[in-house]
Each structure stands twice: as C-alpha cells, then as structure tokens.
C-alpha cells in the first residue's frame, strides 16, 4: 500500500490519500458516516511514517481527500486518532482549475501555515 501524496515542510509532514467515489459516506444504522476501510488506510500510512523516520519530535497527519459527489452530505471534518490529526475534506473538481488550486492552497494554509508570497511564489512544500 502507498499513499497517494506525501508533503512535507519543516517538522510536519502530511500525507494525503484521494477518494473518487459515487457516494462519499456509507449508510449504517440510518446514519451517514464516513467509509471506515479508508480511515483505517490513512491511519496505517500516519503511523507507518511515523514508525519509519522515527519521529519523535516530528508532526505527522493524514487527510482523506474526496471529490465533491451530488449527495447532499460531504465528508468535512478532523479528528484525533492515537495521537495524530487525521482529516476529511472535500474537493469540488467541478470548478476553473484556479479554483481548484486555491482549494489545495487553503489544506497547505491550515496544516503547514505556509500561504503565496506577494511576489506570487509559493514557499517550498
């Protein structure tokens, strides 16, 4: 198993792994919630990482990142899972490509506090 996307900046590193589903939340007991199989594999790859490079000091995350479906309900949201910061979010593709980046641009805002310079460079993820 390998991750989908890997960024690192500093002493954090997230690892993202996409989803392209018709429907991005499963149906248990009348309640929509989000398919555990992928939580599970976001979490393995956090953990993996860590255990890997032998962090200690190093912050590790995970995001599942699902394309926007027609459902009403959208995975949004974060959680604390043994320690670490996993989130789901939503990426709507149906929009202009400058869209989209500005999207991609915000979750590299929120995890990594890094945003464009005003020269219109980008700090090195």
Known sequence: MQSDITLSYGKKTLIIDAKCYSKNTQSQYDKRTIHSGNLYQIFTYVKNKTLQDGFTDHEVSGLLLYARTA???????????????????????????????????????????????????????
């Open 71 to 125: 459902d009403e309900i959208q995975p949004d949201g974060d959680f604390s899972m043994s320690g670490n910061k996993i989130s789901v979010k939503t990426l709507d593709l149906n929009q202009p490509f400058a869209t989209i980046a500005k999207q991609l641009d915000r979750i590299a805002e929120e995890r990594f506090g890094v945003s464009k310079m005003n020269n219109g460079e980008e700090n090195a993820l």
